[in-house]
């Protein structure tokens, strides 16, 4: 069971919290009042499910990174590299306490519980300790550009300006973590040159990956619509399924292709790996 | 829905990583783009952490099964899932 408190107290410990925020923020986040009278209820209703459910999943995935910091340094990654891990792993903290203030601003609370059990990392069994970790970190900017690509259209409809001082900085930062296997692979281009086994071993595990994201970022239906979702920045499932499935094709795979992986084809493949039973999630 | 907008966004990103490291700026960075406010501004004062906005009446007043429900129903909304294990 994963519990949470996103308000942090008056410690010592809070205190060198704060100013770590302070010193670390891209973009100043003063938030003025957010005004509820203004929406329709069940758009509140809506969003304040959407921003705790934000909450949690930010504050849960901060082990994704931590964890990763250690594949990194079995890989023999550079200290910079793994230094700005340990920067998005952090983030995702900072994250859940924004989150937490949103939520709390629409109504709701600042504390929450999932009953899930953190899972590790794979090791992913007979790979070497760099193709192990790049295979990881491509899943996770996989996943994080789609969280810039839904911050963008969400930014797109939202008005009401308490949201978008907040959804500016997270996007601020998801920036940094969308980006962060590109520059992971302009660093190792030499060591992907070298290893074509490695190369083809990495795209035929795309396929699993882009199924993977795909079935924990996707829903299918339609789902209710409230008259102000838009205002608050409440992205349709219609829309997130085409925002999903058009960065990863237009953005993302072709990215990576870049880098002689065939992200493209795995792409367009990864209905076979789903059906393989593969996924994870 | 801008589908275009978003799309020119996330391909920037995407595909100018070189231009990126050089400390060009990208499309990330320029016009009308909502990245245009993700300029860095490490100088000003995050208020809302100073000073947190007073607690609302209605705190913890929500109805916490129709959120609980609510919640349940989403997706993933961000942060990075843990990778799927390797097939044998």
Redesign the interface.
Known sequence: MIELDA?PGRTPLANEY?EI???T???????G?FD?SAYDPRSI??A???W???MM??Y???A??SSLSVQLLEANASLDTNVVMLRMAQD?FR?AELCG?VA??L???RRARRDVAL?P??R????SAQERVL??VL??SI???Y???????S??RMTDPYLRTVT?A???D??L???FA??FL?NWTDWLAAHADARASISG?LG??F???ES????EGR?DRGDDDDALGLVSAD??R??FR??MA???A???D?FGLEATRAWNARGHASK?G???? | ???A???R???A???A??A??AGTPDA?QSGED??A??????T???????A??P??A?????DAS??AS??A????????????????
Do not use: W
């Not at chain 2, 000003?44 to 100073?50: F, T, Y």
């Not at chain 2, 989403?74 to 044998?88: D, F, N, Q, R, W």
């Open positions: 308000a704060r925020v302070r010193r923020a891209r973009v100043g986040c003063a938030l009042p509820s209703r809506r304040r499910a959407h705790r459910t934000r999943d930010e849960v995935s901060t994704v990174y995702e994250h203030e709390r601003a109504g709701g609370s899972r990392i794979p992913h069994a007979g790979c295979r990881n899943v996770t996943s994080e550009m969280s810039v690509a839904y911050f963008v259209a930014l797109d500016r997270l996007l601020a998801e920036i973590h969308g980006r590109f520059h302009e595990y699993l990956a199924a993977a994201c924990e970022f996707v829903r789902g829309d997130a085409e925002i058009e960065t237009h953005a993302v072709p990215g990576l870049r393989l593969i996924c994870a999630t | 829905m801008n589908k907008h978003y799309l966004f996330v391909q990103l995407a595909l990583t070189s990126c490291s990330t909502p990245a406010s993700v300029a860095p501004s490490p000003e004062p995050r208020a809302d952490l100073v947190p906005p607690p609302l209605h705190e913890d007043a929500a129709a959120d609510d919640e129903a989403l997706p993933h909304t961000s942060g990075p899932i843990v990778p799927p294990e390797s097939v044998a």
